[in-house]
């Protein structure tokens, strides 16, 4: 096993910048997870890292160490590295990290056109990283099949957005930097979106068979060009004084309210 202690080594300042830059993560098609549970869920998928890293702390812990000797036995020992715990704090993202991380390809999401008889969803400039995860669990606790970002939503694979997802990201086809008016266009099913006037109450709109849900920035919503280009506009009735709903509660309730309806 390679053991590094310079924050100077090569393979540490790569790694280091990969943590730190969408654009070098989008570069290499390269993350890192941090953490057991997200390595865990990520190897229950059958896969396995370019790079497992753990720190001298945490070659002891006793979970570490079970999936650190079953990746072992597979994989040559330059496969695995171990840093020292300065450097490893330094390149964990979490004020105490547990002391595994992994590194990994990003899956490359195959687009079909038309995606007839599915499930998905749009997200538009989505900003906050935290909420793009939790949007991504609630759409992989749904049976989402396909997830669509703009050009300008946050970094779907950054430590942030991995953290918040808890594994949702291997179960997702997840699309960055894609035109949503041409995939609503193209879609084969009825394309809704969420707005606060104009729109029928969720409750009464038949959300059955091929659907694809739109949400908005959190500030200012949906864009007027995407508006134009759905089906259907829908509210989440409020009955208090609350004048919107956070845009990650507002995607569980109507992906929910459809699994509801299919009689899951």
């Not at 280091?16 to 070098?24: C, D, E, P, V």
């Not at 715990?85 to 990994?104: R, Y």
């Not at 939503?153 to 918040?164: E, F």
Request: charge should be negative.
């Amino acid at each position: 096993m390679r053991r590094i202690t310079s924050r100077a080594h090569p393979l540490f300042k790569r790694l280091f910048k990969l943590q730190r830059s969408a654009q070098q993560r989008r570069h290499e098609g390269l993350a890192l997870l941090d953490g057991i549970h997200l390595l865990q869920v990520y190897l229950a998928t059958g896969q396995a890292p370019e790079l497992l890293i753990v720190s001298d702390a945490g070659s002891q812990h006793p979970e570490i160490k079970q999936l650190f000797s079953e990746f072992s036995e597979i994989y040559e020992s330059d496969n695995c590295l171990q840093l020292s715990d300065t450097l490893f704090n330094q390149l964990s993202p979490v004020k105490t990290p547990v002391g595994v991380m992994a590194l990994i390809h990003i899956p490359q999401s195959v687009f079909v056109d038309g995606y007839e008889n599915s499930f998905c969803i749009m997200l538009e400039t989505i900003q906050d990283p935290g909420n793009l995860g939790s949007i991504l669990r609630s759409a992989a606790a749904a049976g989402i099949k396909d997830v669509f970002l703009s050009a300008d939503c946050a970094d779907s694979w950054s430590p942030k957005t991995l953290r918040a997802g808890m594994g949702a990201h291997f179960f997702l086809g997840i699309h960055e930097n894609t035109n949503l008016v041409q995939i609503a266009t193209q879609f084969k099913g009825v394309v809704i979106a969420t707005a606060l006037s104009g729109a029928t109450n969720l409750y009464q709109v038949d959300l059955r068979g091929s659907v694809m849900f739109a949400f908005g920035n959190e500030g200012k919503g949906i864009s007027e060009a995407l508006l134009q280009a759905v089906h259907q506009r829908v509210m989440i009735p409020m009955p208090g004084n609350t004048e919107s709903l956070n845009v990650t509660a507002a995607v569980a309730i109507c992906l929910f309210e459809k699994v509801r309806q299919e009689g899951y």
